[in-house]
């Protein structure tokens, strides 16, 4: 290797680079062989992105060799095989965790600084795939590495979107938009599979015909044709056992130009058709706001299903060659009502490509699917225009009819009133006509569950309360998981080195096995070692800060963190106006021992989404003021980071001290975010809401802050009237802040700008943050109190970590696994 012997003379001569041993040798020698052979460069030039790209390649290849053995054990046993569809697949970077669970990231670590390169630096420079937009798209994804850790066959199918969900700048405080370009120095762990590639058709005509023995035909002749190209993503699981596959669908047109229009001169419209086309996979959630936002939408979702369905049920014919057994070896789980549409599809190939009658067809759908919900909010349950559909999927919709019309016929004669009838229905009547994707999932499922005991039993009451009348025990709960291998392990390492020196490896391969570290709780000596783990978090997060928003922080201030998805029901502004609540009484009594608090938040809004805009506004109008108020004393700091990602989350949560989850009870149906911090030992602020029932269960009610409202409360005080007016004068300290922030003393230069947020919550306040402000406000001081006793407070911390190991996506896997999509599951290690 003449590069790699350039590369080593470097090396040499910079002599005191170490020399690498055994395995790091042959890693090296790989990355160097990628290094030249497929980047093209010569070591002596290669710039950090070139080592990154060879290193990535020649981890691909490791893996590549473990792929191909899962994938042809799996064909060999001609077992069931999981395909979970997802419009989302927020995979972050891949590098570092594929290097951890294939057990090489020390290795890599050695070979690289051998020749004088820092794996650390070069890591930093990987795209961030941020295929996805909050906790569901962040839940496939652990669910992905999951069923690869538990020997769980699996593809992962949804949309390789050439420009994910968007960039967030703050401008001047204010979110704006640009697209993310997370493939501009390509992608090194997909590979493009050109000849998998499916027709989706869309528009046209169904012609209706006479069968051979009498029955009806339906042909549907579409009017235009997209196709579906895969491009396949290995996906290795813990200690790189076995590895599937996250296929993702990029959109072609089949005529790349018109060439007639090129030659005629109108060389832009001869492009039209392909823009079209291609359009359906370049953004994630463009807006739906208008009608032609509205249509891409449901064309992406069809799309996507579409392709997936078409190559589940290739590959099922190729090798067991007979469509009845689909369902004996194909789970098909919905990821959310995005791939709804899958019902009327898998029926359309069903019945019309392979002559099933319409009750077997029915049947293998429904024992063939599942469906996951992750919502209760009406606006997040997807429905589509009646003539949308009939116009852009016109066979799918008469499908569409004929199910909900033997439904509505199951249903009474179940006994069903008008009113149930109504609300099982697949055709909203009352909302011009409506096709509702929720319910159609439901109907064409065999399991339908929730993410959390408590959003499970809700959806019950609520959202599907006549369908589980009418279908009853289709409901069933799956609370949700995150991997520990990302969210420990390689978010933090510093932890996990501490954890396998004091309770041994156990926890790697099984983390509920993190129990044993139980009795370490109150031990000053580990307590000390726990701290320093900490403390180290803080120093990075606090350079991050520096280095984004030239603020400075201190680490040994407590750290209090809020990070997600921008939305009034997860109530960043019940944050942000208790933030200000004690800048107030910091300023009124600064002879007071105050704790010193960090406030940290991220979060992207929704691009049309105006009132969360103004809750980022908001916040950072209030760091600029509070941050740099000499009276404050560098008490409190108010930090906006943004564009927040998966990265930006492993380097955020390790380093919390507080875990904000504080969303009005009964709206976040599990919440992720809240596992992560806990793993990480942050200690919880939050309601009755979600999975943190379920943390309080498994961490303690000592050990977690809840304050506010139960889902049960919120409820009877919507049902009686929300009376934010009387909220606001039984506590002054709330009436001071909103009087602060409506009159502008945030925003002197405009001092109407927040007026309508105060409106808002004065003279409606769906989310009861006015409700919960003053129990809220209270916890808060009595945290600052436990924060005074630093051994008080690591030992619930460490309880946390120790009792978060339930929470692991392995046990999610393996709940799915036994009850809906029945396969056996294998340990792990
Ligand atoms: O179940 C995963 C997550 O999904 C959401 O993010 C969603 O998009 N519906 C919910 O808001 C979270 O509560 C949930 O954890």
Redesign the pocket.
């Known amino acids: 290797l003449y590069a790699a012997d350039a590369a080593l003379a470097v090396a040499d001569e910079a002599s005191a680079l170490p020399e690498a041993t055994g395995d790091a040798r042959s890693f090296r020698d790989l990355i160097l062989a990628k290094l030249t052979y497929a980047v093209g460069k010569d070591p002596i030039v290669a710039r950090d992105h070139d080592w990154l790209r060879a290193l990535s390649l020649a981890l691909r290849d490791r893996i590549v060799d473990r792929w191909m053995a899962t994938t042809r054990g799996v064909y060999r046993m001609g077992g069931k095989r999981v395909y979970y569809f997802s419009l989302e697949f927020l995979i972050g970077r891949l590098l570092k965790d594929g290097l951890n669970n294939m057990g090489l990231l020390g290795t890599a670590r050695e070979a690289l600084a051998s020749v004088g390169v820092d794996l650390d630096v070069i890591a930093e420079l990987e795209a961030d795939a941020a295929l996805g ?4 798209g962040r ?1 496939a994804a652990c669910f992905m590495e999951s069923m690869a850790t538990v020997g769980v066959p699996a593809y992962g199918y949804g949309i390789r979107y050439e420009n994910g969900l968007f960039r967030q700048n703050i401008i001047d405080g204010w979110q704006t938009e640009s697209p993310e370009n997370w493939l501009a120095y390509g992608n090194p762990w997909e590979f493009p599979r050109r000849e998998v590639a499916y027709e989706i058709g869309f528009g046209g005509a169904v012609e209706a015909s006479e069968g051979w023995d009498g029955s009806a035909v339906h042909a549907w002749k579409p009017a235009e044709t997209v196709l579906a190209v895969a491009h396949d993503t290995p996906v290795v699981g813990w200690r790189g056992l076995r590895v599937n596959t996250l296929r993702l669908w990029s959109a072609r047109s089949p005529d790349p130009i018109s060439l007639d229009a090129f030659n005629a001169g109108d060389h832009i419209g001869a492009l039209t058709a392909r823009t079209k086309a291609e359009s359906i996979s370049r953004v994630l959630y463009p807006a739906d706001s208008t009608p032609a936002g509205q249509e891409l939408r449901l064309r992406q979702e069809y799309f996507f299903t579409s392709a997936s369905l078409q190559d589940l049920v290739r590959r099922h014919l190729k090798q067991h060659r007979e469509i009845r057994t689909l369902a004996q070896k194909a789970a098909v789980q919905l990821n ?1 009502t995005h791939p709804a549409i899958a019902v009327a599809e898998l029926m359309r190939i069903l019945i019309d490509i392979h002559a099933m009658s319409w009750a077997d067809a029915f049947a293998l759908t429904r024992d063939t699917i599942s469906y ?1 919900n ?2 209760l909010l009406p606006e ?1 349950l997807e429905s589509w225009p009646v003539p949308l559909l009939e116009r852009l999927l016109p066979r799918h919709m008469q499908i569409i009819y004929a199910i909900n019309a033997r439904v509505l016929t199951e249903a009474r004669a179940a006994g069903a009133t008008d009113a149930m009838i109504a609300a099982v229905s697949i055709i909203d009547e009352g909302h011009g006509r409506r096709v509702r994707m929720g319910n159609l999932a439901f109907v064409g499922s065999h399991k339908v569950n929730g ?1 959390s005991a408590l959003h499970s039993e809700l959806m019950k009451e609520t959202v599907f309360r006549d369908l589980n009348t009418v279908f009853p025990g289709r409901i069933t709960n799956k609370t ?1 998981g995150i991997t520990p291998r990302r969210w420990l392990m390689t978010a933090n390492p510093g932890l996990a080195g501490l954890l396998r020196e004091t309770i041994g490896e156990g926890f790697l391969d099984d983390a509920e096995k993190l129990v044993a570290l139980e009795p370490f709780a109150r031990d000053p000596g580990f307590q000390e070692r726990f701290a320093a783990v900490k403390h180290a978090n803080k120093a990075r997060l606090a350079k991050t800060i520096q280095q984004t928003l030239g603020l400075r922080v201190d680490p040994a201030a407590l750290f209090d963190v809020q990070v997600k ?1 921008m939305h009034e029901y997860k109530r960043q502004l019940l944050n942000i106006l208790e933030t200000i609540a004690l800048y107030n009484a910091i300023r009124t009594h600064p002879e007071k021992d105050w704790v010193p608090r960090v406030k940290v938040f991220a979060g992207k809004a929704a691009a049309s989404y105006t009132s969360a805009k103004y809750i980022i506004k908001l916040i950072n109008d209030v760091a600029k003021m509070v941050n740099t108020d000499p009276a404050v004393r560098n008490l409190l700091k108010v930090a906006f980071l943004p564009n927040y990602n998966v990265s930006l989350a492993e380097v955020i949560i390790p380093a919390a001290d507080l875990s904000e989850q504080i969303s009005t009870a009964g709206m ?5 975010g809240n596992m992560k911090f806990a793993l990480n030992g942050a200690l919880t602020i939050g309601t009755l809401d ?2 943190n029932v379920e943390m309080r269960d498994h961490v303690g009610a000592d050990n977690i802050f809840i304050f506010g409202l139960t889902a049960a409360e919120v409820e009877a005080r919507r049902a009686k009237g929300l009376n934010p007016r009387a909220n606001i004068e039984a506590d002054p300290a709330l009436a001071e802040v909103l009087d602060a922030v409506g009159s502008g003393v945030f925003s002197p230069a405009d001092p109407q700008r927040h007026r309508g947020t105060v409106d808002n919550l004065t003279n409606s306040d769906w989310f009861l943050v006015t409700d919960d402000f003053t129990s809220y406000s209270a916890m808060q001081r009595r945290i600052d109190a436990l924060w005074g006793t630093p051994a008080a407070w690591r030992e619930k911390a460490i309880l946390n970590v120790a009792r978060m190991g339930w929470f692991s996506s392995d046990r999610t896997i393996r709940d799915y696994s036994d009850e809906i999509w029945g396969l056996p599951t294998v340990k792990v290690g």
Do not use: I, K, Q
Not at 133 to 136: A, K, S
Not at 668 to 672: I, K, N, P, Q, V
């Open positions: 937009n909050g906790g569901l839940l959310d996951t992750h919502t997040a993410v949700n998805r976040e149906a599990s919440g992720t979600g999975a």
